[in-house]
T-cell receptor
Framework: KNQVEQSPQSLIILEGKNCTLQCNYTVSPFSNLRWYKQDTGRGPVSLTI?????NTKSNGRYTATLDADTKQSSLHITASQLSDSASYIC??????????FGAGTRLFVKA | GAVVSQHPSRVICKSGTSVKIECRSL??????MFWYRQFPKQSLMLMAT?????????EQGVEKDKFLINHASLTLSTLTVTSAHPEDSSFYIC????????????FGPGTRLTVT
């Protein structure tokens, strides 16, 4: 069964701290792994995309990693800001438009 | 980057009425558009995939006669919720894409539908 599992479901951190979100996927065939940021009441915005052969991709304070052997990905946020409060969605793509969404991790950054 | 708009952003309608949501790709031609539904604290659930000029492909469990999708041009797709019920209240998000190496989807800002 194709699925994407994210952990934790929610996370509260203090502003300025770092955090890491986890994603495990079982999607076959597998081609790409994306991370999206979704602000409340808005559509998702792409943060990073990695093909199956890539191990890491950075976008500013966001760094995603991918281990295609263990089918795990992580999203690391450095020096968190209040504006980072959002849901972060991991998406595994299986070629073409086959797209499996995770349930997301809700991140709350507090001052 | 590619911009996708949705209209309206919020809509309240009475039970039994129909409501239309528009999804537009503003600066590119979208050969494929997707419609998602998202309930509170849940992830996006794909409802249907539409290709310009052809009938939409609906996901299992989504009633095609209740959720009418029209992709009449390369920049516009519409979702019409017919005979709306309170349980149809949700956040509806569209995305648009065109065949490229990464098949990236560009998401609209979403439409909050409330059926009273």
């Amino acid at each position: 069964k194709n699925q994407v599992e994210q952990s934790p479901q929610s996370l509260i951190i203090l502003e300025g701290k770092n955090c890491t979100l986890q994603c495990n996927y079982t999607v076959s065939p597998f081609s790409n792994l994306r991370w999206y940021k979704q602000d409340t009441g808005r559509g998702p915005v792409s943060l990073t995309i990695m093909t199956f052969s890539e191990n890491t991709k950075s976008n500013g304070r966001y760094t995603a990693t991918l281990d295609a052997d263990t089918k795990q990905s992580s999203l690391h946020i450095t020096a968190s800001q209040l504006s980072d409060s959002a849901s972060y969605i991991c998406v595994a793509e299986g070629g073409g438009f086959k797209t499996i969404f995770g349930a997301g991790t809700r991140l709350f950054v507090k001052a | 980057g590619a911009v996708v708009s949705q209209h309206p952003s919020r809509v309240i309608c009475k039970s039994g009425t129909s409501v239309k949501i528009e999804c537009r790709s503003l600066d590119f031609q979208a050969t494929t558009m997707f419609w998602y539904r998202q309930f509170p604290k849940q992830s996006l659930m794909l409802m249907a995939t539409s290709n310009e000029g052809s009938k939409a492909t609906y996901e299992q469990g989504v009633e095609k006669d209740k959720f009418l999708i029209n992709h009449a041009s390369l920049t516009l797709s519409t979702l019409t919720v017919t005979s709306a019920h309170p349980e149809d209240s949700s956040f509806y998000i569209c995305s648009a894409s065109w065949p490229r190496e990464t098949y990236e989807q560009y998401f609209g800002p979403g439409t909050r539908l409330t059926v009273t």
